[in-house]
């Protein structure tokens, strides 16, 4: 097995939302190792400029590059897929880098029958347009709704994933899209914080609406993109809790109580690094 | 009149949260200016450091101090008001500065019959204890209970401000707090976004319960303050569009369009200045 092989797989997002692409990833690919650093100093990004945006992915991505020598670059951050991915493949001509929108939107484009699909994302996202353009390139038919749905990144980070407050949320965001006259029959959730409420939305668009999780999806290109560029650790799973990693740029204590919920398993402030990027 | 009468008072958020305590301060000083910053390049303070957040609120103050010559500053941010209210008066001796923590507590204090007050805040202003500081300072013998009500910040800054869902999550938030033994008198909105909800609020919580809401008792303790201390403009009453002059670090667009549903009156973006700080 070449030293190259043996490398990290590095994950960058602007806070915990991007655990739920690392979940995905963990599940996936028992055998590699991650380093996740949460730019949490920082975060939001939704709410900063463009060169802002490109500026801190780039910090975040060196310290990646040059202290965890990753063999990879998992974006798993809406904000800074839409805008940093050139800056980053341009920064480091070497390594795969791969963003959250891309598969997500393949993903919602192969299992839409009809192309009927309505991307659920931040306000930011949303506005961005990128999931849009995405599913554009691939299907320029397809009937395309966006929705801003605020209120799941607060629901999701409070722990509050099932039971009626939540389905009464979910229902309020989008009775008006399943009240037209063209249905989706696709829902691709365009943010890393949504595949927590996967269960309460599916029970309030009913199981004839396929729901495409795009942290899934980036998992599954990943593990592709590792396959085909002969990087794929051959070595034996590890056990979980050594297998990752993890940084954060501020509030540790938070960042592993967050993650914890993401992660779906215990996370104490003890196994994050703090770090200054 | 003095001239130092008729200069501007500087109001100083995070964000648009305290333009619920700017709403206030018109209705109650219809004579006065005001010039209003909201440091949105940098919200949420909430999850920032101490020494962070007491830099970045004197950087605000001195851009209205120096460029706005304001005659008082008010500090409508509960993160800032915690810990960098001695710091502004250290620096700024000449004016008064006033937080919004102790006139909502002296409030809370003032109507509870029984001295059993329920703060309900942000994470962080919870986890920060400063309510709970000031109102035992008061009364030391107030039973105090906090509660962390983050999605009351999303629902407020989306307008979902009644209806169902809505008083499904104040229900949710509580829910134990009103089953306990003993049970709140009284609940101090102990954040800004929160006088938004105060009507579903007290739909859930019924009208035997006093609900304080700590942006109406600031634009009070300015009221006074500015009585006792001479400084209170003697001229008529301005058109409401010309009192405020509103400022924001970034992204001004939404800062006027959540403000607008903050202030309840029309406020575009060409309202506002972009500024640097």
């Not at 939704?46 to 910090?59: A, D, Q, V």
């Amino acid at each position: 097995m070449s030293e190259r092989q043996n490398r990290p797989i590095g994950i960058f997002d602007s806070g915990v939302g991007g655990m739920t692409v690392l979940r995905a990833l963990l599940r996936q690919l028992p055998a590699e190792e991650f380093s996740f650093l949460g730019d949490t100093a920082r975060l939001p990004y939704g709410t900063k400029g463009r060169n802002t945006i490109i500026e801190y992915t780039l910090h975040a991505a060196r310290r990646l590059v040059e202290s965890h020598a990753v063999k990879m670059l998992v974006v798993a951050c809406n904000t800074a897929s839409s805008v940093s991915l050139p800056a980053l493949r341009v920064q480091f001509p070497d390594i795969p880098v791969v963003g959250v929108i891309e598969p997500g939107a393949r993903a919602a484009v192969r299992v839409s029958p009809k192309g009927r699909i309505a991307v659920l994302a931040t306000e930011a996202t949303v506005r961005g347009g990128a999931y849009v353009e995405a599913i554009h390139r691939l299907n320029p038919e397809a009937q395309v709704v966006s929705r801003a749905c605020t209120l799941f990144v607060a629901l999701a980070e409070e722990g509050w994933l099932e039971g009626e407050v939540v389905e009464g949320v979910v229902r309020r965001y989008l009775a008006d899209i399943f009240a037209a006259q063209v249905k989706p029959d696709t829902l691709l959730l365009g943010c890393t914080h949504f595949p927590l409420l996967q269960k309460a939305i599916a029970r309030v668009v009913g199981s004839d609406v396929h729901i495409v999780d795009s942290a899934q999806t980036t998992a599954e290109a990943v593990s592709i993109i590792l396959k085909e560029t002969g990087l794929a650790r051959t070595t034996p799973a590890l056990p979980a809790e050594e297998a990752v990693h993890f940084m954060a740029t501020d509030n540790v204590s938070r960042f592993a109580a967050t993650g914890a919920l993401f992660l779906g398993r215990k996370l104490s402030e003890e196994d994050v690094e703090l770090v200054d990027i």
